[in-house]
């Protein structure tokens, strides 16, 4: 995943109530859209933390 | 060193040498009646990978599809483990081909096509292809040690625009590469390089699951990346050293790259000595393939998908399990429609619960389509659909 093609990033609900968001859901500039898990060997979310260093990107909260 | 010499039986000789050595040494010859082979013994008793180092490098396996327009930056996007790094540099559509060198063995090849011409090169602007390798995948390299071992990287490549091109091996962990030119002789026509590398005695690579060594074939660089002086002996990257005088395969909406039959040995060979490709079975390459993606595609109507339970009525959880254990915990995506067995064909929304190596969770919602603690069939609808995770390097 290029960094340059991500346009939002917004954590998933935790799988058991109470538990921590593991997941994120990555919507690229063309729409599609991934869920990317939140661990460092993960290289999509190695791309998703390049893009969230940049000024005004951000990931969103779950629902 | 002594040696016996034979007379051939019309002409020339051979001859038998023994080396200095210490003791008394003995070499049974078989008792059998044929040629021995000599031209290809040393690959034979010497290769230390069991398997070929380079995965589908016969392009066979293509699991995210065959043919992927409008790319204008880096990723997979077709042939598997096959990716570019991309920027400003065009836009391109990849495909698996059928365009393979005659006679080869060789079925499949990995075409780029350029759709949208960059006639003037930007210098941030960069194009390579890549494969990229698992640190524990490359121990037997011992890089880093004063035992490094010499890579040749072999590759069958039909370029519409001739001229100097750059391979060069990156070392991910320690920000290490060495390159290498070597000319496109001819346009739009299958050529084969072998290129040997020196092993690097600096810079171990991560004995782990991460990305640690590239190939990389740059296609187009920009000044950023061609300023300088090409590095042809291992050493601390820098940018300008990369990829000196290398043309601009974007520079023509006519212009095409076709890649197959790409191996990398653990040793020095040159076109003559190069041991022959490694062919795999189909299932061998995807299941290796698999550890880095896995695409279930839609191939009847109604197809299982994957059990779940019902959580709520509007929400059940499922889960697939993977064959092969990815290299990482995976992404997901899908496409088309996915609905559940024996109702309306609703299409379900879908949100990852779980991702691990070794199984993936999702809850699928639907308005009131399930009932709590029910067991449901999660399945293809009558078009076009997949489910895809993604482990890549």
Redesign the interface.
Known sequence: ??K??IKTVKK??P?MAGADS??V??TLQDD??????M?N????YQSVLKWAAIDGNTIAEAD | MSSIKLKGSSSGDVTITVPAAAGTNTVTIPALTGTLPLSNLDHVTNRQNAKPLVINGDMAVAQRGTSTTGIT???YYTVDRMKVDL?DNGTWTHTQDTDVPTGQGFAKSWKLDNTTADTSVASGSYHLARYLFEGQDLQLLKKGTSSAEKVTVSFWIKATVTGTYIAELFDVDNSRQISQAYTVSSANTWEKKVLSFAGDTSGALGDD???SFAINFWLGAGSDFSSGTLSTTWTSSTNANRAVGQVNSGSSTSNNVYFTGLQMEVGEYDSTTIPPFQHESFGDSLMRCERYCKAIIKEANYAPVMLAHGVTADVCRGAYFFQTPM???????HTGNIIRSYEAATALSS?????SRFAH?IDWTGSGLFAANEGILITFNTTAASLIY????
Do not use: Q
């Open positions: 995943m290029d340059n093609n998933l609900p799988a593991i997941i859901r990555v599609a859209w991934w869920d990317v898990p661990v060997d993960n290289s999509d | 930056g880096g990723g920027n699951n991460g990305s290299r990482a915990a995976p992404s997901f995506t949100a990852t619960a779980v991702s969770s993604d482990a890549e390097l």
